[in-house]
């Protein structure tokens, strides 16, 4: 039986200049989220290990989580970030050569003011560059972005890549084209992986049932098949919306009449192949 991972999470020290995006919605989040608060909810939701990903868009930041990777069995990787659109890109990664842990980069596409920002000149160079560390890259956008995403995806077939949460539906509005149709469009890129996760968040956070959200995990499912899917929390931000092992539960009632080793890849063994955790 393959460990169980949670292949999104985050944590932080909070400083209000530094988690601005943590709006008056989400003051619950307004604290600390450390190694301590993430074992007592692992432990209640059965999980064995997980991947840890970036919430600011620091090299500090990166180092920090690193540091406590290396000395936390239970984080088998980290996603960090770097500055891929910088000239000095290929310099700072020198840095991270001998740091086993980084399994991944992201960089807030999601964020950008520029739609276009994932087919900028400087953004792909730095992609370019990375393309022989071995590392994963995690594309972080709106769905409203995966026509742009798909021409980026093309240039590259031969890095790996993972998409996070689902490219975010509009699930609150439930809404589901063009999401749908460019989820299938990117899935035939067989280099394309995709997180199960944050999928409450996207929904009404109060309202929402399994039910609400089965559409969206169908298309999902159909789209990469499970061989290419991958389970997350996407805590401590799901909070706003879902309890740690609450999300989890929805996800083993989800994938309950799938075959054992289905599950046993969806729920772990993928996120440890693709990340090589």
């Not at 003051?27 to 608060?37: G, I, M």
């Not at 560390?133 to 995403?149: A, C, M, N, W």
């Amino acid at each position: 039986m393959a460990e169980k991972i949670d292949a999104h999470h985050h944590l932080w020290r909070y400083s209000a200049a530094e988690y601005g995006w943590l709006d008056e919605e989400m003051k619950e989040l307004r604290r600390d989220f450390l190694p301590a608060d993430l074992t007592a909810e692992m432990r209640g939701a059965g999980i064995d290990g997980t991947v840890v990903v970036q919430a600011r868009q620091t090299l500090e930041e990166t180092r920090w989580l690193l540091d406590l990777a290396e000395v936390d069995d239970a984080i088998r990787g980290v996603v960090g970030w770097a500055p891929i659109a910088g000239e000095e890109f290929p310099g700072v990664m020198e840095e991270f050569e001998n740091r086993p842990k980084l399994k991944g980069l992201r960089h807030v596409i999601q964020g950008e003011e520029d739609e276009n920002y994932i087919l900028r000149a400087d953004f792909n160079a730095g992609i370019y560059a990375m393309q022989d560390s071995g590392l994963v890259y995690d594309l972080l956008i709106y769905e409203r972005q995966l026509p742009q995403t798909i021409e980026f995806v093309d240039a590259y077939p031969e890095q790996i890549f993972v998409l996070d949460h689902i490219a975010k539906p509009r699930i609150g509005e439930g809404a589901m084209e063009p999401w749908a149709a460019n989820l299938h469009e990117l899935a035939l890129r067989q280099n394309v992986w995709c997180k199960v996760s944050g999928l409450v968040t996207e929904a009404n956070w109060k309202s929402w049932t399994p039910e609400t959200l089965r559409p969206y995990l169908d298309v999902v499912v159909d789209a990469f098949g499970p061989e290419r899917l991958m389970v997350g929390s996407d805590w401590p931000v799901c909070l706003v919306a879902s309890g740690y092992a609450q999300w989890f539960e929805v996800l083993r009632t989800y994938f309950a009449e799938y075959s054992e080793s289905e599950r046993d890849a969806i729920f772990g063994g993928t996120a440890m192949q693709v990340y090589q955790l």
